[in-house]
T-cell receptor, first 114, second 112 residues
Framework: AQSVTQLGSHVSVSEGALVLLRCNYS??????LFWYVQYPNQGLQLLLKYTSAATLVKGINGFEAEFKKSETSFHLTKPSAHMSDAAEYFC????????????FGTGTRLTVIP | EAGVAQSPRYKIIEKRQSVAFWCNPISGHATLYWYQQILGQGPKLLIQFQNNGVVDDSQLPKDRFSAERLKGVDSTLKIQPAKLEDSAVYLC??????????FGPGTRLTVL
């Protein structure tokens, strides 16, 4: 069975500061891991995904995430926050076998302070 | 490429009424998903189709929820009768082999 835990339901950062959103996963098989972003009243948009290739994954809008098997983590980072990054961020996991059913975390709401 | 289309975007009903949501996936995507996102929670899979067959409906409350994808393209999700706890955003997503699910804008349901 797969699951993800997102630490911190709300994160606030100043504009220009480092963004760090935490995600830890649990999986009995090698996982595929995802970060999605959700802007108000919109659907989920894929930021990036890990599929057992490079452990450091670069995504859209300057975001990246590093897969750390020893820590069972897949934290999302961005060096410098922009006002437009304010949104809800979801970490998700699925099986490496290719079953695309995603198991989502509870989300982290990012606020960017001017 | 057109995205996943959903309608309506918003729906308000009273408990015990019926409601239906429609989804048109991205052209050529064989897999279609319906997720339920309750306020403050992550999306939870209700049902997954591969073409017009059901792959996983283990989390679908079958006493009140039903879904179909008769021609393997668009899909309808129905709730009959609705309960207060069904208030949520219903997200449709689609994917093809080797691609990540792409999500539609969702339908926000409020049950009064």
């Amino acid at each position: 069975a797969q699951s993800v835990t997102q630490l911190g339901s709300h994160v606030s950062v100043s504009e220009g500061a480092l963004v760090l959103l935490r995600c830890n996963y649990s999986s009995s098989v090698p996982p595929y891991l995802f970060w999605y972003v959700q802007y108000p009243n919109q659907g989920l948009q894929l930021l990036l995904k890990y599929t057992s290739a490079a452990t450091l994954v670069k995504g859209i809008n300057g975001f990246e995430a590093e897969f750390k098997k020893s820590e069972t983590s897949f934290h999302l980072t961005k060096p410098s926050a922009h006002m437009s990054d304010a949104a809800e961020y979801f970490c998700a996991v699925t099986e490496e076998t290719g079953a695309n059913n995603l198991f989502f975390g509870t989300g982290t709401r990012l606020t960017v302070i001017p | 490429e057109a995205g996943v289309a959903q309608s309506p975007r918003y729906k308000i009903i009273e408990k015990r009424q019926s409601v239906a949501f429609w989804c048109n996936p991205i052209s050529g995507h064989a897999t279609l998903y319906w997720y339920q996102q309750i306020l403050g929670q992550g999306p939870k899979l209700l049902i997954q189709f591969q073409n017009n067959g059901v792959v996983d409906d283990s989390q679908l409350p079958k006493d009140r929820f039903s879904a179909e994808r008769l021609k393997g393209v668009d899909s309808t999700l129905k709730i009959q009768p609705a309960k207060l706890e069904d208030s949520a955003v219903y997200l449709c997503a689609s994917s093809s082999t080797g691609t990540s699910p792409r999500f539609g804008p969702g339908t926000r349901l409020t049950v009064l």
